[in-house]
């Protein structure tokens, strides 16, 4: 298992080399310029000459990127050109945002996905299987801005249970320790902020755990039908041991090697992905504000939460190679 996580750590260091070679290129064929989008009407010739010649905009590419990959290598990501405040202090700022809302909609994909998955694997080519199936269809075809905007009408506007946007109610006086607002409620013991700060994760997290629920549905379904089917379960059947021992020993637990890989890349995907959800809820996290750089032409920000993201993508899959180990002892063998 150690070398398998060497391995990986090991490939990251090209891949984020690569990572900022192709996003420091992208960001500047944007079409514009960052000291346009910053002075807005106020964009005259001077006034962009000044700010190009004070973020160094007017340097050749090669220089920049050389500057810029020192400034990486020594912790240093930038000043956003839209708060002025460094990208390291913007990203803390709204990680934990995205980071519970991501957890919120894992937790709603995993929690019914895996057993909905097993139920229709278990009645195959029955009602129950049929319904799992069309299901997870609808899941992934529905766009998840579309569903965002169905939900807040129907469960906030109409139906007002839920908040319409937002993290907290700003009349709630809670206090703030993490920035994880439900975790802050926990250990001030302030329970209403708590459960207020939930309250604004559900719909969101709702919408934004769907298609990766409906993933998880056909890939758990498509690992049991094979995994029933195979030699060491009929064994096990003819040695009488309990379906309940079948299940848990046999099925399930070689099932969720594919099944791991698809949580795992599925994170991946809900934490820079969440741009649409935080946008429709008005959500304070990377995504909303990864969206107002891209239309403010924020380098900085661009180049630094692209870079924070894949950082973040990169150890999800090494917890996923080492689950591997954990769940199949074959893996640790090899």
Known sequence: MLRVIGQRIALL?????????????????????????????KATP???????????????????YLQYMGK???????????????????????????????????????????????WAARHVRKWQDHFSVV????????????????LKWIFAIQLPWFPTDGRQNPRINATHITDFYVLDGVLTREWDAAWDAFMHLVLPGLA????????????????????????????????GLTEKLIRNRFILRNAMLPVTTT???????????????????????????LRDAIFTL???????FVIFIAI????????????YGLIDPRVRVQ
């Open 298 to 304: 924020d380098y900085p920000v661009l180049q630094g």
């Open 135 to 150: 299901l997870s269809l609808l899941g992934i075809v529905i766009p998840v801005f579309f569903l965002a905007f169905i």
């Open 46 to 64: 001077e006034a962009v000459a000044r700010i190009n010649e004070a973020y160094g905009f007017d340097q050749p590419i090669i220089v920049q």
């Open 312 to 323: 973040f993508y990169a150890l999800i899959n090494l917890l996923v190679d080492i689950s």
């Open 263 to 289: 949580i795992g890349l599925q994170l991946g995907l809900m934490i820079s992905g969440a741009v649409l959800t935080e946008t429709v809820f008005a959500f304070n996290g990377i995504g909303r504000f």
């Open 72 to 118: 990486l290598l020594s912790g240093d990501f930038g000043v956003s050109l839209q708060t002025g405040r460094t990208v390291t202090q913007e990203f803390a700022t709204r990680f934990p945002a995205t980071i519970e809302l991501t957890v919120v909609a894992l937790v709603f994909a995993v929690g019914v996905g895996i057993p909905l998955g097993y």
């Open 13 to 41: 260091i090209p891949t984020l080399l690569g990572l900022s070679i192709l996003l420091f290129v992208w960001v500047r064929s944007l079409p514009g310029g960052p000291a346009t989008a910053l002075l807005g009407d």
């Open 208 to 239: 934004l755990g769907t298609i990766p629920l409906a993933i998880i549905v056909r890939i758990t379904r498509a690992s049991v039908l094979e995994v029933v089917n195979a030699d060491y379960v009929r064994t096990a059947r003819a040695k």
